[in-house]
């Protein structure tokens, strides 16, 4: 998937900002190959349906997937695509609590998370389903900056789509930085966005990347007898961390398949509400603020969490001879889109083509005045940072390796977590359902009674007093 090309005038262009067809020439202003065109659409496979953001190919049949098979180093690019790998990495991790937590307390309702879930004018990241594959829990992750705004319109759509709640979790995991035990945490723009969603939804979540285990290197200096320690991270996952506000006091805690299945009990509460009370939108009404057509998807829901708006690392900071080998794409100082595609080391100037301007029109910027994403230096530069590191290796013989330890750091299970209290709390028991009771005593029959009555949050078993619902553990459903 690329998202800037070459049309026929040679002009730089951006397929997600214009109206082209198929039949046009197109060509890739790093390798000079032939591109093709795929404009915005919404897709549905393995009944998971998703959008698909306007982009160009280096394969014209473009549903067989093998860009890969195109060696150009446009395909490395963070900023071409429509998902960051770390808002990707987030989704998964997310995605996998959500499972796990419907799997553990919410068996018998078959609820089951799904990505990119489509609604009317609206795609959610995650959104949590019911049996009859309606959505009543959105999940978002919002690793890049946003305006509030923008969360407070999805918000108000997923209400008009009896969504009981819309959980925001925030955050910008690949930063570097010190918080808890992370390496992430949040920046200046992200923690105003979570107190802003905080404070007019009661609950938000932010995430970090959280080291697990190291391998802690001892190296002894030969030449003047002083030892240093390096630190190499061996494994690491998401932590998500909730917070909560009622009252006007607000709660942290780690995100668990405890705290999960309490958020999801909650939101069917309020999707139940929703549907008793369903919201009138008049369909005539072209002035309704509450209706969008399909297209809002593409230009105001889809491109919030790419690395597009992430340019960053100035190339004045960059390795000159990485240089050398690259062509990025860039942004100016003054916020203009374009693509380096020469460095000249000497002058620290690049010759770079804006968006809307013609490759000879080229201009020579100074390396102080133009940015690049961190993601798509990284990723296109690994191999010049494998031959420098072996370099460096050759020239540190003075340097010996006298300890090598692995540490391991303890972490939260969120997904083995499990609490019986809050089990019999979430759980949505139903006359007829066999059930057993907290703390039940020997005589108590062990697969369970069968519920006779529901009635003033109480249960009557057929065979047994009434007791409080949130006392009852289910055991068999009646469906």
């Known amino acids: 998937m690329v998202r800037y090309a070459l049309n026929k005038d040679d002009i730089l262009i951006d397929a997600q900002f214009g109206s082209y067809k198929k039949s046009d020439i197109f060509k890739c202003i790093f390798c000079n190959c032939q591109l093709f065109y795929k404009k915005a659409h919404h897709k549905t496979r393995k009944e998971k349906p998703f959008w698909v953001s306007a982009h160009f190919s280096h394969n014209a049949n473009i549903e067989d997937n093998k860009e890969n098979e195109i060696d150009c180093i446009s395909n490395k690019f963070v900023s071409s695509k429509g998902e960051s790998s770390t808002h990707r990495e987030a989704k998964n991790e997310a995605t996998l609590l959500l499972k796990s937590t419907t799997q553990i307390y919410f068996k018998q309702d078959k609820f089951q998370p799904i990505q990119e879930y489509q609604y009317p004018g609206r795609r959610a990241d995650i959104a949590v389903v019911n049996k009859n594959g309606i959505g009543f829990l959105n999940y978002e992750i919002q690793t890049s900056p946003t305006g509030f705004d923008s969360i407070k319109q999805r ?10 709640q819309t959980i925001y979790a925030i955050g910008e995991i690949d930063r570097k930085g010190d918080w808890g035990k992370g390496v992430g945490g949040l920046g200046a723009t992200q923690s105003t966005l979570l107190d802003s969603c905080i404070r007019q939804y009661g609950i938000a979540q ?34 998500f961390n909730q917070y909560n506000e009622k009252h006007g006091h607000k709660k942290i805690s780690n995100v668990t398949t405890d705290t999960t299945a309490e958020v999801i009990h909650e939101s069917i509460l309020e999707h139940e ?34 690395d ?14 990485s240089l050398s080998n690259l062509k990025l794409v860039c942004k100016t100082n ?25 490759v000879d029109s080229y201009q020579w910027i100074d390396f102080e005045y133009l940015y690049i994403s961190k993601a798509d230096f990284t990723s296109t530069t690994n191999s010049y940072q494998k031959t420098d590191l ?12 006298i300890n090598r330890e692995i540490i391991t750091i303890d972490k939260l299970n969120a997904i083995k977590d499990f609490n019986q209290e809050i089990a019999s709390k979430v759980q949505r028991v139903k006359i007829g359902d066999r059930c057993t009771c907290i703390n039940a005593p020997n005589w108590f029959n062990p697969h ?24 009852v553990i289910r055991i068999e459903s009646v469906e």
């Open 390 to 401: 072996e370099e460096q290796q050759e020239n540190s013989s003075y340097l010996e390796i």
């Open 448 to 471: 369970g009674e069968r519920i006779k009555d529901i009635k003033d949050g109480k249960v009557v078993f057929d065979y047994y007093k009434s007791i409080p619902i949130e006392e």
């Open 206 to 239: 932010d995430i970090q990347t959280v080291v697990t285990q190291i391998e802690r290197i001892t190296f002894l200096d030969k030449r003047t007898g002083f030892t240093y320690t390096d630190d190499k991270n061996l494994e690491q996952y998401i932590q």
């Open 155 to 164: 918000i108000d759509k997923d209400r008009s789509n009896y969504v009981g």
């Open 308 to 321: 597009t708006d992430k340019y960053e690392t100035p190339i004045s900071e960059l390795s000159s001879k």
């Open 273 to 306: 509400k929703l549907m008793k009370n369903p919201i009138i939108i008049d369909m005539g009404s072209t002035n309704n603020s509450s209706v969008f057509p399909i297209d809002d998807i593409s230009d105001e829901f889809n491109d919030d969490d790419d």
């Open 334 to 358: 003054q916020g203009h889109i374009g693509a380096a595609i020469e460095f000249n080391i000497h002058i620290q100037k690049a010759k770079t083509v804006l968006l809307g301007e013609r």
